[in-house]
């Protein structure tokens, strides 16, 4: 019987089972979710040899699906040389463990995966502690299957099964250990968060409008910004290419100067210890002046796609900010009728390739119309006592007059829009 969690595993020689659940009539999403499940697993380095789609007509408390489904899952994972069954869905420590008992095989839930994936792809300090973080409060409940994992960091051995003999005494010295971890990754992480917020304010300071390109993973992000940049960066066919966020400068056909960030790809399903966890790399876009929406209308489920990125979006509260919708290869796309469904959907939308590099001129004029739409003019009587204020508005904004008249200035100046609350009680 192999126990223990993903990483435990030789991931070049791991064949998957997958698992994957639907109510009645809804057994087409359930094998497109499969067929994304595959794309996780690929990406992590797992063969998929089956992937079984199971009616759902209620919950089993113990094992999730009922006993005669499980048996059956057993036999066919036997049947294939299977190391690992996958389900799609989220299921509780307890269901993992008694599903490991019948079938002695390893069983993980998609969350797990995910999280192997990103473990595997993160590169930054910032990336990794988030990822050390949200793997451990996912493993608190699972502390059995973690004993294995800390036993043999405490001994150096390579053996798998669980620690024996260690009992519940052994379980509280486990939570106690995870507990101090935790605290000491939280602790590093804030840091690491200060730093951020540092380097947001300075870009903040600088005055450049900043572009956030957000999308579903695997949708071209990486490819756009190389693409507009030559930014060295990983463009790779695999779910979560890219985790650590990039930003590059670069120059819109009028000179104005802009900033491009890179950020991690939106999912469906994405488990809600991730979204905790990759908070502040999500919150690069709701603190970016535009969001850069990039759709691969060449995937049949593009439409679904956009609905999984806008999700998050709400979750962030960064639905308000204004949105280029980027419709993405284009020319790989045999069903114009998806991409005029989306156009109809979406307001300012733009076609193009950024893999060929073709539709990036209607692309840099709708970019330079949203600039342009940042900021305002503004004809100000500011008194000289508020010197905060006027240092601010000199500091961002574009001055076209000034004079000065008794204790006050008289100012016209063009300001971002974000400024415009501080600025109304001295519009002129």
């Keep these: 019987m192999k126990e223990g969690r993903l990483d435990d595993l030789e991931r070049q020689e791991t064949k998957a089972l997958l698992v994957g659940t639907y109510l009645a009539g809804e057994k087409e999403p359930c094998l497109e979710q499969l067929d994304e499940l595959e794309s996780l697993g690929h990406t992590y380095g797992l063969t998929t040899v089956l992937k079984l789609p199971c009616p759902l007509r209620g919950i089993d408390a113990g094992t999730f699906l009922g006993s005669g489904k499980i048996e059956e899952i057993k036999q066919l994972a036997h049947d294939q040389g299977c190391d690992v069954i996958i389900f799609d869905d989220e299921i509780s420590p307890q269901q993992q463990r008694n599903i490991e008992k019948i079938t002695e095989k390893s069983v993980i839930d998609r969350t797990e995966l995910i999280l192997a994936v990103f473990a595997q792809r993160a590169h ?63 602790k590093e992480f804030e840091e690491v968060k200060k730093q951020r917020q540092t380097q947001r304010r300075a870009r903040e300071r600088s005055g450049i409008p900043t572009f956030a390109i957000i999308g579903y993973t695997n949708v071209g992000k990486s490819t756009l910004l190389k693409a507009l940049t030559d930014a060295d960066v990983l463009v790779e066919d695999k779910l979560f290419a890219t985790l650590d966020t990039t930003t590059r400068k670069f120059l819109l056909p009028n000179k104005q100067p802009i900033l491009l960030v890179d950020t991690v790809g939106f999912i469906r399903k994405i488990p809600h210890q991730l979204v905790a966890a990759f908070r502040s790399t999500l919150e690069e876009a709701v603190q970016a002046d535009i969001l850069i929406h990039l759709i691969d209308v060449s995937h049949p489920n593009a439409a679904m796609q956009a609905e999984s990125t806008f999700e998050v979006l709400k979750e962030l509260q960064a639905t308000n900010l204004p949105m280029i919708t980027v419709l993405n290869k284009v020319d790989l796309c045999p069903n114009r009728l998806m991409i005029d469904r989306i156009r109809f959907k979406y307001v300012k939308t733009v076609e193009l390739s950024a893999l060929q590099r073709t539709g990036f001129d209607r692309l840099m004029d709708l970019m330079m119309r949203e600039v342009a739409a940042l900021r305002k003019t503004f004809s100000l009587r500011v008194p000289q006592s508020q ?29 971002p829009t974000h400024l415009e609350r501080k600025i109304a009680p001295y519009v002129v």
């Design 387 to 415: 010197y905060a204020l006027l240092s601010e508005v000199l500091r961002e904004g574009n001055v076209l007059s000034q004079e000065y008249e008794e204790n006050d200035i008289l100012i016209q100046v063009e300001i």
């Design 124 to 186: 930054t300090r910032e990336a990794k502690l988030q990822i050390e973080l949200a793997s451990l409060r996912y493993q608190m409940p699972r502390l059995r299957r973690l004993w294995t994992h800390l036993g043999r960091q405490r001994s150096g051995g390579a053996s798998g099964g669980f620690v024996k003999g260690e009992g519940e005494k052994q379980i509280e010295i486990d939570r106690r250990i995870v507990r101090r971890e935790i605290d000491k990754l939280t």
